[in-house]
């Protein structure tokens, strides 16, 4: 009898396990789908780009929900964006593996991965050891997405008027570099103040 009822405490403490980590990176998963509506368009020659708010719930979710649960509730939001459903900056669907600028949204997955295992590593409360993992996931995201591009437009959809590295960091990634490191220091504020609540939920 003691044995089946440990088992099943077991159980039960892994369900509700589960149950949170739904909730939690559910919750995150909205968040950076709504921030993909609240944006700024900037025009970029013949194209633009857009300044939005995901970066800023990818960066709340490496900050407090650790390495695991911050890349499951982002690469979730990939997930439901390549699947169709319009949850990305201009729309969705499998057709943006092939967008040169997809690999922003991949820097996300890996940033907040990588976000959260540092927060982890370094037990990471005070706002100096935050914006150190926020700002090694802004140098991640920037460079998965330069990466990215280059690897698009130069092996998959080769065009004529291909750029190189120096145009595509001068046109697709400085515009939003200023504002987006300044979205790290934010997060880092609001991480801080959240953080008590998160864990409690957690817990």
């Known amino acids: 009898m003691r ?3 440990s088992t099943g405490s077991r159980t039960m403490v892994q369900r509700h396990g589960i149950a949170k980590d739904l ?9 950076t789908a709504v921030g993909a509506f609240i944006k700024i368009v900037i025009p970029v020659g013949a194209d633009t780009m857009n300044f939005t708010l995901q970066w ?5 979710a490496g900050l407090l929900l650790g390495s695991r649960r911050a890349f499951l509730s982002v690469s979730t939001y990939l997930l439901i964006g390549l699947m169709g ?3 990305f900056a201009r729309g969705g669907g499998p057709s943006y593996l092939i967008r040169p600028t997809f690999g922003f949204l991949l820097g996300f997955a890996l940033a907040a ?3 959260g295992k540092l927060v982890e590593w370094m037990h990471a409360v005070k706002p100096g050891a935050c914006l150190f993992s926020a ?3 802004y140098v991640i995201y920037y460079g998965m997405g330069i990466l990215y591009f280059y690897f698009i437009t130069h092996f998959v959809a080769v065009t004529p008027d291909t750029v190189g590295w120096g145009a595509i960091f001068a046109v697709y990634c400085l515009p939003t570099m200023i504002p987006d490191y300044i979205l790290c220091i934010l997060a880092v504020t609001v991480a801080g103040r ?6 409690r939920l957690m817990e």
Do not use: E, K
């Open 56 to 60: 800023f719930f990818v960066l709340l």
């Open 3 to 5: 044995q089946g009822s």
């Open 194 to 199: 959240l953080r008590p609540s998160m864990g």
């Open 113 to 115: 991965y990588v976000m």
């Open 23 to 31: 909730t939690v990176c559910g919750l995150f998963t909205a968040l």
């Open 85 to 87: 459903i319009p949850v």
């Open 135 to 137: 700002t090694v996931g």
